[in-house]
């Protein structure tokens, strides 16, 4: 051991020791018969296309050097009512080999279990470690494991006294286990972590693929940065880019390391992946141009018959005889609607009549709506909303409207399209 070595060692903790691996120092410690250590998981900002903070991750060998799993450690733990006094070491272990790792402005994601967080030793503890390292609180995140808290309200003041230190708060593992909207209130975090379970469904099932980027948009609106969790393959990194998240984190972008991420490396990652996710939102883009061509031809020379005096009735035929339109129907300029939905196909009527309660539209006022909207500040045009959810059948659409004068009234001509992504 060198003499550096010799004085970092003892300035840690009792009980830290300094070893070397592969040129990197770092500390470990042993507990029972288990040493126990510390890796980093980069998190990347994908605008920034950098490392802009580092999980610490607990690493256990036994007395043979066999790995053993951090669940294991701690769930032995739990069992022997351990499991806040292991938890305290491996948060020391943790701020010593981030202090090690160099890292000058990145923060330090900290796993915290919510009994910890509410002993007051604790808190005095880890401020200690702290000041002994030189380590400023803002560089610390402290993630609150999703799991079942006996006493919220408790967990919740506690929350916000580390807070008012300068710490900031991520809730871990949203989406999974016990976690809840209404858990984001009661804890006001700084970020919220997407569990992989959802960037996985998200993955396979497009239903899920559509309501992700809509809970980022939700969480957003509520004040909370967004970290996905658990990207593996180029697919969910792509799926992260495309729901907007803030940060990510997974084996696709950087794995549990000892060492600082590699940043020339994570720019060349991002870089790639969101030139390809652009190439592929582009073409995509295309697809639906093409593919909406047909039905906006059929709309606009619906809307010019519409104000020539021909019937609505008459004037919509050529535009629902194309595969997926499904109704037209005509509002005033204060958004309500003006007769019943056309619909032209009988096989449609039959459907909808799961929906009979929402079948007469007549009346209903569709002021809210973005195609009334944008149809009546830009009059000049057909506009195409993005797609959503139809109240007529609950199933996806987008519907396309443009201003038209029926004699001397200003009205807005609308159609909706079903939409299924291709």
């Excluded at 507990?31 to 490392?51: C, K, N, W, Y």
């Amino acid at each position: 051991m060198t003499i550096a070595q010799q004085e970092r060692t003892t300035a840690a903790p009792h009980g830290f020791e300094v070893s070397v691996t592969s040129g990197l120092e770092r500390y470990s410690v042993r507990h029972g018969d288990l040493e126990l250590t510390s890796v980093f998981q980069p998190i990347f900002s994908l605008s920034h296309m950098r490392a802009v903070g580092y999980e610490g991750l607990l690493r256990a060998h036994d007395a043979l050097d066999r790995p053993v799993s951090p669940l294991d450690v701690f769930g032995q733990a739990a069992r022997i009512g351990d499991v806040l006094q292991v938890d305290r070491l491996a948060q020391a272990l943790h701020l010593e080999n981030f202090k090690v790792l160099g890292a000058e402005k990145e923060w330090l994601f900290l796993n915290v279990h919510p009994g910890a967080l509410t002993d007051p030793y604790h808190a005095a503890a880890l401020l200690a470690n702290l000041r002994r390292l030189d380590l400023s609180p803002r560089r610390i995140v402290l993630e609150v494991l999703e799991q079942r808290a006996e006493d919220l309200e408790r967990l919740a003041d506690a929350v916000r006294k580390f807070r008012e230190l300068g710490f900031l708060i991520a809730l871990d593992d949203f989406g999974a286990g016990h976690s809840n909207v209404e858990r984001i209130w009661q804890l006001n975090p700084d970020i919220v972590k997407l569990d992989r379970i959802m960037l996985s469904h998200a993955a396979h099932r497009a239903d899920m693929a559509t309501i992700l980027p809509g809970l980022v948009a939700l969480l957003h609106e509520a004040g909370k940065l967004v970290l996905i969790e658990g990207v593996e393959t180029e697919h969910e990194a792509q799926m992260a880019l495309g729901c907007n998240a803030d940060f990510v984190q997974g084996f696709f972008f950087g794995r549990p390391n000892p060492g600082a991420a590699d940043s020339a490396q994570a720019v060349i990652c991002i870089s790639e992946v969101t030139e390809r996710y652009r190439d592929q939102t582009e073409a995509r883009e295309r697809r639906n141009a093409s593919r909406l061509a047909p039905y906006i031809r059929a709309f606009e020379r619906a809307a010019e018959r519409l104000a020539a005096g021909e019937l609505l009735d008459e004037v919509c035929w050529n535009f629902l005889a194309l595969d997926h339109a499904a109704r037209c129907f005509l509002l005033d300029e204060k958004g309500r609607q003006a007769g019943r939905n056309v619909v032209l196909r009988a096989d449609r009527a039959s459907h909808e009549t799961r929906f009979l309660p929402l079948a007469d539209a007549q009346g209903a006022n569709w002021l809210r709506r973005p195609y009334f909207r944008a149809a009546i500040n830009a009059p000049d045009r057909v506009h195409v909303t993005r797609p959503y959810l139809s109240i007529n059948e609950a199933l996806p659409c987008v519907t396309l409207s443009v201003v038209t004068h029926v004699g001397e009234q200003t009205c807005v001509l609308c159609g909706d399209i079903d939409w299924v992504e291709e």
